[in-house]
């Protein structure tokens, strides 16, 4: 068991394993109803390109990745931004006023901006699901692939490798 | 061991105060999924997988996600609407069920007193649990006249499997295949009938080697242990030379050949007409890929091959399916745990009973429009939709006057679409049933508004060859939408076919259960049915064929004045059969590949998914795009002999730069006029339907591969 107050919470995506069907972000949109335009969770194809002596092609998925140091809390003048005990980073829209800086700040442009209500919006890791004992929606079992898992980081490390073991 | 079912159903109540949740099946496709349909104050609020069933496990594709999105559209046709205007005006009058119904069969029967029954054509697009109701309906009106997707989708795969080994062989993906060849088909964004992506990703993750044959490189050709990235329309050509190499090295099941096929001596013949220097000419694939892949295929135990329609939609349709089945059969997979296996369903009455395909008269069969050239479609009551065109704008062999499309758009999804609109434009009457006003609806008399599966009950999967049934169960009503099933029944009743009819449709799945001595209330309470898994059955009941082997050499064909035995045809367009028009129109042109939200022309206005995909998109190899002058993100003309269309250009470095990958199914919703720029965008635009382009036994139209040439839209 980790002590209070360390990480406990983290999403983590096997992009080998991903076959971009996007049941993910439609999960995400009827649970979290993001406007138009607004993908919190983002599926994109990247390649095809040579790897070694063939063509490589994957898809990556993009959501905020709940950093250890996150700079867009250090770049939130209204600390509307804040990353709680168990390592879930939340962008409260309330506290929001629309400067944008930490769209800049994030290094993985993992966040967007709404313009009908002038916010900025991010993937919260359902923290309202998690907080109630439910999955966050992407990782409630949606995926084909099984590649999005939601727990504490060491013991998805364990379940990947089991499977990357079998694979071989 | 399932590992990953979270799905916390009860807790998932209790948070967000459901009133209700109803496990069903969904059918944003084909059907296939369980899911859970939570409500509150009578409308739905989430759908989620159902962790509980065998077919997907708990998860859920995007469309299935979006179900209530497309259930309470505000653009949904939510009462039966007749032509108040000039056809296709877009002027419509409500009208009510009772006015709809009466009209419909008063211009039914009168065609059928004064031009006879075959002068009325009943429709359906691809399989969406309908098609026993409308066979029904048609039979029992005295028409043979049933147009489908079934010439060049699944219809085939029925029809020769029958010929081959007595019904489709499914992969049984529960006990991991050792190898996957996955043959023109990306079932982890299709989904496509009998089949799911979740139990084949499972059956990698356990360790399946793969081998990926496909002009593109998807994920799946990218994450294979050996791609075959053919040239389009060769498929016959490559398999003919993977069996070579399994004949030639002895890797074929010696005692399955001896014992339970028929033809061999004289199949080996054939393919020896097919060494692999001239399959490598053929296919642009490299000798040495072919037999790395033969060789993979047939010695890893047990194997299978994942196909789907890609390779219907071609000349050669009926013998690449025939060709993937022996590969299947010669290698020993068909039948055994892990490879293909002739599942069989619960002893239902099935799809063909309840289709009274006995009870239409053998005068009216012999009328089937184009029996006599497709004679093997014609056996499965399907029919090519050029046909149907000719006979109403030439009216031979009789004019067609009427047509009713139960959910098909055939503006969209048939070859040659502009010949599809001066049909439509001149049939003296046609009703639809639709979620929406598609462009085919547009041309309509009459149209009705048609149920979404969450609005119906009815038993899912019911056609499928994969063993199991499942519940679909009704949670909404919405306006005065009727399913498809319901619609037909009242209908029958109004043109004197009520003796064969049910007061209301429960009645119709009670006598479909009837025989496992249950209702479709007792069904209602269980999740699924299987039939009976039992393997190797033609051991000692041989094959439900005619000789009771495994016919490599079909004696059906032979009847019907066929090859029995398979080979390779040119496409009809190509750099070999047409080289002077290749100089004009350099490159081959590809279409349909499958896109994760839409199903075929379905979903362009249903936001999660038209958000996923906003434009038409036209893949083309960057050094094609330099040659021709063509920015990323612009949007493009490409051009048929027949036509142009325009789509947005994206590169893709993944396949041969002669190659140009477009899509199908587009239509623009969100075009207020009539039209919804159906022939914008539309890829039926630049394919061709010619009788003699069609594969000569199922009628297959050759859509899939053709010639074209590609510029700027700005330049041109």
């Known amino acids: 068991m980790k002590e209070r107050g360390m990480d406990r919470f983290a999403l983590i995506i096997d992009h080998e394993s991903c076959w971009g069907c996007k049941a993910c972000e439609v999960a995400c949109k009827q649970e979290n109803h993001a406007p138009e335009g607004i993908r919190l969770i983002h599926v994109s194809e990247d390649g095809p390109r040579m790897a070694g002596d063939r063509l490589n092609f994957v898809y990556r998925v993009n959501t905020c990745r709940h950093c250890d140091e996150p700079e867009c809390v250090e770049a939130c003048p209204e600390e509307a931004i804040v990353k709680r005990d168990d390592g879930i980073v939340i962008l409260d829209e309330k506290a929001c006023t629309g400067c944008g800086l930490c769209m800049d700040a994030c290094p993985h442009q993992a966040i967007a901006f709404d313009n009908d209500r002038g916010v900025a919006q991010k993937c919260n890791l359902c923290y309202h699901r998690v907080d109630r004992g439910l999955e966050p929606a992407c990782a409630d079992n949606v995926c084909l692939a099984h590649c999005i898992y939601f727990g504490q980081p060491d013991e998805i490390e364990k379940g990947m490798s089991r499977k990357r073991q079998q694979t071989q | 061991m399932v590992e990953f079912v979270y799905s916390n159903v009860e807790r998932e109540m209790e948070v967000y105060g459901y009133d209700a949740v109803v ?65 296709g005006s877009g002027r419509w009058e409500r009208i009510s069920w009772d006015e709809a119904l009466d009209a419909i069969a008063d211009r039914l029967l009168n065609y059928r007193e004064a031009f006879g029954a075959e002068t009325v054509v009943l429709g359906y697009g691809t399989g969406r649990e309908n098609e026993a109701v409308i066979y029904r309906f048609a039979n029992l009106f005295g028409t043979p006249n049933v147009l489908t997707a079934g010439h060049f989708c699944y219809g085939p795969r029925i029809a020769t499997s029958i010929l081959t ?460 795009a330099k040659k021709e002058g063509i920015r990323e993100g612009e949007w493009v003309i490409i051009e048929s002999p027949r036509a142009r269309v325009r789509q947005r250009a994206k590169f893709f470095a993944g396949m041969d730069p002669r190659i140009v990958s477009a899509e199908h199914g587009w239509w623009f919703p969100e075009k207020k006029d009539p039209g919804h720029g159906w022939d914008e965008s539309n890829i039926n635009m630049l394919t061709d339907n010619a009788y003699e382009a069609c594969d000569p036994a199922m009628g297959a139209t050759h859509v899939r591969t053709l010639l074209c040439r590609i510029s700027p839209e700005k330049r041109s």
């Open chain 2, 165 to 624: 080994c007595g019904t489709n062989p499914i992969v049984d993906y529960e006990n991991n295949p050792r190898c996957i060849m996955v043959w023109g088909n990306n079932l982890v964004i299709s989904n496509p009938d009998c089949y799911k992506g979740e139990p084949f990703s499972r059956a990698l993750d356990a360790g399946a080697k793969l081998i990926a044959v496909d002009p593109r490189l998807t994920r799946i050709a990218a994450r294979a242990d050996v791609w075959l990235p053919l040239r389009p329309g060769t498929d016959a050509a490559l398999a003919l030379g993977m069996l070579q190499v399994i004949i030639e090295e002895g890797l074929y099941d010696r005692e399955f050949v001896e014992n339970h096929v028929h033809g061999w001596e004289p199949f080996v013949r054939r393919v020896e007409e097919y060494p692999l220097d001239k399959v490598e000419e053929i296919t642009w694939v490299p000798a040495a890929k072919i037999r790395e892949a033969a060789r993979l295929f047939a010695t890893s135990k047990p194997a299978a091959i994942q196909w789907g329609v890609a390779i219907e939609q071609q000349i050669n349709c009926a013998d690449n399916d025939r060709l993937l089945m022996f590969l299947m059969g010669i290698t020993g997979n068909i039948d055994r745990p892990g490879g293909q296996v002739l599942f069989k369903p619960p002893g239902i009455r099935n799809v063909g009973h309840f289709g009274a395909h006995r009870m239409l008269p053998g005068i009216q069969r012999e009328k089937r429009l184009g029996g006599e050239r497709f004679r093997l479609a014609g056996q499965f009551a399907i029919i090519n939709p050029k046909c149907v065109w000719d006979a109403i704008l030439e009216e031979k062999p009789y004019p067609v006057k009427a047509l009713f499309f139960i959910s098909s758009n055939p503006l969209m999804t048939r070859g040659n679409a502009a010949e599809v609109y001066r049909a439509l434009k001149k049939v003296e009457f046609m009703a639809v049933a639709d979620f929406f006003m598609t462009p085919t609806a547009e041309m309509a008399d009459i149209v009705l508004p048609a149920a979404t599966w969450l609005e119906m009950d009815y038993i899912g999967d019911f056609w499928k060859r994969h063993g199991y049934i499942l519940p679909r169960r009704k949670v909404i009503q919405v306006g005065e939408c009727r399913s498809d099933h319901e619609m037909l029944n009242d209908l029958a009743h109004r043109v004197g076919q009520g003796e064969h009819w049910w007061d209301n449709f429960e009645q119709a799945l009670d006598w479909i259960l009837e025989p496992i001595g249950i209702t479709w209330q007792d069904f209602k309470k269980r999740d699924y049915i299987r039939g009976d898994v039992l393997y190797r059955k033609y051991e000692t009941r041989g094959f439900s064929t005619p000789t009771r082997k495994f016919e490599i050499y079909s004696t059906v064909l032979e009847g019907m004045g066929y090859d029995p035995l398979p080979r390779y045809r040119e496409p009809p367009e190509s750099p070999y059969s047409t080289p002077e028009l290749y100089r004009k129109f350099p490159y081959i042109l590809i279409t349909g590949r499958r896109l994760p939200g839409f199903f075929h022309s379905e979903n362009r206005q249903v936001s999660w998914l038209r958000e996923l995909h906003r434009d038409p998109v036209v893949e083309i190899h960057p050094d094609a």
């Open chain 2, 23 to 87: 496990k069903s099946h969904c059918r944003m496709c084909h059907g296939g999924c369980g899911v859970l349909v939570y409500t509150r104050n009578g409308r739905v609020e989430k759908i989620a997988g159902d962790p509980d069933c065998p077919i997907n496990h708990g998860t859920l594709c995007s469309k299935g996600l979006a179900s209530a999105q497309l259930a309470y559209h505000p653009d949904r046709l939510t009462y039966p609407v007749k032509r108040s205007g000039p056809k």
